[in-house]
């Protein structure tokens, strides 16, 4: 069983920046990031395809968020800039387990999932 551990989360003021990271315990293919507002369902923000690298952004974050990925720490970031109150939720780092996620924006695809932090953002 792979373990995900989040950290990075915080509060910050609007048009801060946060980076989180995703430190995963064992092997794992592509990985996304997911958030959760108050009252609100999980969302998809962003992931990386391990078969090619491909990178996929959610409208809501794409030229302000940065998904990066460092094999070598067996790590995934979260570069999150310009950062606006509606961005405020619990972030979730997700990993697929399989090597065969089809549909990368979909949350029931991974396998592992992260504790998740907390981002909050003030105006």
């Known amino acids: 069983q792979v373990q995900l551990v989040e950290s990075g989360g915080g509060l910050v003021q609007a048009g801060g920046s946060l980076r989180l990271s995703c430190a995963a315990s064992?092997?794992?293919?592509?990985t996304g990031w997911f958030r959760q507002a108050s009252g609100k369902e999980r969302e998809f923000v962003s992931a990386m395809r391990w078969s090619d690298s491909s990178i996929y952004y959610a409208d809501s974050v794409k030229g302000r968020f940065t998904i990066s990925r460092d094999n070598a720490k067996n790590t995934v970031y979260l570069q999150m800039n310009s950062l606006k109150p509606e961005d405020t939720a619990v972030y979730y780092c997700?990993?697929?387990?399989?090597?065969?996620?089809?549909?990368?924006?979909?949350?029931?695809?991974?396998?592992?999932w992260g504790q998740g932090t907390q981002v909050t953002v003030s105006s």
């Open positions: 064992g092997r794992t293919f592509s």
């Open positions: 997700a990993a697929d387990g399989s090597g065969r996620i089809h549909t990368i924006v979909t949350d029931t695809e991974y396998t592992y």
